[in-house]
């Protein structure tokens, strides 16, 4: 069974810009969640999706978006990018959402000059 | 507000010394714990998952168990492969708050020939 996917796996953005990120879960799974990786924060969480649905969000501003499509494939969108928004995001899908594993991508690496 | 820490930060073993990996944390509830192994440049990949105080979860050299305060991440007679970031993390009971995971820092294993 093939794992989650992300695309891209490398970005360069300017300060100021957008950018998208995408992720498609593991066949059959319904929840994708997303997180921001930086060597100074660690792994934290930013939004779940379930059947098309946010369900929860972290701390996070409100330039951090996301949506899930009817085959489960999820997008993320970061508005006015940051110098701070430099980071890994990980994708994780999961069957549910009641706290079962959850199976992460090889994440998109982000770098904003 | 739930919180996870892990120690030690960085670890530094022999092959075959075994050794075990800290993880404490606070939650207003517990819907799991999630142990997960990232190398470098990659996505966190799953290990385990407990439940409740005194299960116990193997798989090859590493052994995971649960109290109700901390998990410990055993691991026997490890090898040089065995080398990665461990990651603790926690999905609590939402409580108005994110619900996603919440996860440690980790701890940094380097396994030595």
């Known amino acids: 069974k093939a794992g989650v996917t992300q695309t891209p796996r490398y970005l360069i953005k300017t300060r100021g810009q957008q950018v998208t990120l995408s992720c498609s879960p593991i066949?059959?799974?319904?929840?994708v969640s997303w997180y921001q990786q930086t060597p100074g924060q660690g792994l934290q969480f930013l939004f779940e999706?379930?059947?098309?649905?946010?369900?929860n969000k972290g701390n996070f501003p409100g330039r951090f978006s996301g949506r899930q499509f009817s085959n489960s494939r999820s997008e993320m969108n970061v508005s006015t990018l940051e110098l701070g928004d430099s980071a890994l995001y990980l994708c994780?899908?999961?069957?549910?959402?009641?706290?079962?594993?959850?199976?992460f991508g090889p994440g998109t690496r982000l770098t904003v000059t | 507000e739930d919180q996870v820490t892990q120690s030690p930060e960085a670890l530094r073993l022999q092959e075959g010394e075994s050794s075990s990996l800290n993880c404490s944390y606070t939650v207003s509830g517990l819907r799991g714990l999630f142990w997960y192994r990232q190398d470098p440049g990659k996505g966190p990949e799953f290990l385990f998952t407990?439940?409740?105080a005194g299960e116990e979860k193997e798989k090859e050299r590493l052994k995971a168990t649960l109290t109700k305060k901390e998990s410990f991440l055993h691991i026997t007679a490890p090898k040089p492969e065995d080398s990665a970031t461990y990651l603790c993390a926690v999905h609590p009971y939402s409580g108005g708050g994110a619900d996603g995971l919440t996860f440690g820092k980790g701890t940094h294993l380097i396994i030595q020939p």
């Open positions: 999706y379930f059947s098309e649905t946010q369900r």
């Open positions: 407990l439940y409740s």
């Open positions: 994780a899908s999961s069957l549910g959402t009641s706290g079962g594993e959850q199976y």
């Open positions: 066949s059959g799974h319904r929840s």
